[in-house]
């Protein structure tokens, strides 16, 4: 029986183990969930969130060619925890996106330079 794979989408045997798939790390991963529910990253996503007016960013430049302004959702981390934990509190780190764009940032889809330019 096949499947379709949640981490690229295409079609997979069942077993098959996507190589795009994250790799567990139990203490990272129990950092940035004990991060994500702080009084700190609550108050620093707020702060982006009126930084950016609330508006999604990438709506507002038209990154990935789409136009309609949106409320922004959520606050991306442009270099993601896994990768630099140290930057989870850094504003040139993060950026206000509606939850498409943050699905496309979060899949790579917006390069991260790009992300970057746009909070300039």
Known sequence: MKRACSWCGRIHAAGYECPRKPKPNAKRDKDIDRFRGSGLWK????????????????????????????????????????????????SDNLISLCAYHHELAERGEIAAEELRRAIE
């Open 43 to 90: 108050a620093k996503r707020a702060e982006i969130l009126n930084r950016d007016k609330g508006l999604c960013v990438a709506c507002r430049l038209g990154l990935a060619g789409d136009t309609d302004l949106m409320p922004a959702d959520s606050v991306h981390h442009i270099t993601p925890l896994a990768e630099d934990f140290e930057l989870r509190l850094d």
